[in-house]
């Protein structure tokens, strides 16, 4: 009995010693997709993404940005959401206005200090296309 209390015990002080973004904070970021099924040749084209979101709630966030190639494909603006199955693992819905397309991924937030993370995200992409982004976060709380 003892020991079930001093696990929870240990848990809470955990999740509080951890916590990430609350309610009412702005996540400011940006990344460059590593690896992207519709590069032909290494390093012929980039894409990056900049992106803000607002946590409307602790594990919900919506967000606009823009999505910019190195070739002559259109930018786009974006539009999405972000849910946080916890503080680290996330789902992120995302359409893409200008390059008509919408994407669906999985990510993971890691903190690197209290305010800035470091994020990595896979996005399959509606016309096909698969893509692997790293890049940095800045909660602005």
Request: charged share 20%; glycine share 14%.
């Amino acid at each position: 009995m003892l020991k079930k209390y001093l696990i929870t015990l240990s848990m809470c002080l955990l999740a509080l010693a951890g916590k990430a973004q609350s309610t009412h904070d702005v996540l400011i970021g940006g990344g460059l997709d590593l690896l992207k099924t519709d590069n032909k040749a290494l390093f012929k084209k980039a894409q990056l993404g900049f992106e803000g979101n607002y946590f409307v709630v602790r594990h919900f966030a919506v967000g606009v940005g823009a999505e910019l190639w190195t070739t002559n494909q259109k930018s786009s603006f974006v539009m999405g959401m972000r849910w946080y199955a916890n503080d680290h693992v996330f789902i992120r819905m995302r359409g893409l206005i200008g390059a008509n397309d919408a994407a669906i991924g999985l990510g993971y937030s890691k903190p690197l200090s209290q305010n800035l993370r470091f994020e990595g995200m896979g996005d399959f992409y509606f016309t096909g296309s698969f893509g692997l982004r790293f890049g940095l976060g800045y909660i602005l709380k």
